[in-house]
């Protein structure tokens, strides 16, 4: 069954600290892994998209991994701001069809505290 | 350049009865998605448009239709709607040649069934 899994399912930190985010998936065939941003009651946006060839991808202070071999990702964040606080959804998309079937996460709600 | 737009922004509806919501993709789109987003809960597949045609489908009842026209915007139709409809409703467009293209969402449409 495709499906990904992202933990921790919440997060605290502080203002200026670092915190990573993971993914693991079980998407099959795989074509590319994506990252979208999440205000509440917003629509999500794009941070990053990796095809299978690609490690790492940074956008700012944010920072891609991906290892599909282990079907890991993770989304590194640097100095975090309070407007970092969101819902940080991971998602896969197959090669089943012309245009991939995606599959989201259920996303980490992060929350910066000052 | 407007990005995806979405109406209403909410409306508030009773068991029963029957809703339509709009979408209009980014400029130079002409692929549209629809997903239900519950409260703490990642975005749901409901169904894809390309060129006014249903391609793809979520595990979701035939209660949910849904429309393309050749300006390549979208109609989502829910009828007999249940409480379990109340949602977050996000409508993403795309290029369907880029298959790792972006996928742009809309604000999404806030549903309420009472």
């Known amino acids: 069954k495709n499906q990904v899994e992202q933990s921790p399912q919440s997060l605290i930190i502080l203002e200026g600290k670092n915190c990573t985010l993971q993914?693991?998936?079980?998407?099959?065939?795989?074509?590319?892994l994506r990252w979208y941003k999440q205000d509440t009651g917003r629509g999500p946006v794009s941070l990053t998209i990796m095809t299978f060839s690609e490690n790492t991808k940074s956008n700012g202070r944010y920072t891609a991994t991906l290892d599909a071999d282990t079907k890991q990702s993770s989304l590194h964040i640097t100095a975090s701001q309070l407007s970092d606080s969101a819902s940080y959804i991971c998602v896969v998309s197959d090669r089943g069809s012309t245009l991939g079937r995606l599959y989201f996460g259920r996303g980490t709600q992060l929350t910066v505290w000052p | 350049d407007a990005g995806v737009t979405q109406s209403p922004t909410h409306l508030i509806k009773t068991r029963g009865q029957q809703v339509t919501l709009r979408c209009s993709p980014k400029s130079g789109h002409d692929t549209v998605s629809w997903y239900q987003q519950a409260l703490g809960q990642g975005p749901q597949f409901i169904f894809q448009y390309y060129e006014e045609e249903e391609r793809q489908r979520g595990n979701f009842p035939d209660r949910f239709s849904g429309h393309q026209f050749p300006n390549y915007s979208s109609e989502l139709n829910v009828n007999a709607l249940l409480l379990g409809d109340s949602a977050l409703y996000l409508c993403?467009?795309?290029?369907?040649?880029?298959?790792?293209?972006?996928?742009?969402f809309g604000e999404g449409s806030r549903l309420t069934v009472l």
């Open positions: 993403a467009s795309s290029l369907r040649r880029k298959n790792t293209g972006e996928l742009f």
């Open positions: 993914c693991n998936y079980t998407v099959s065939p795989f074509s590319n």
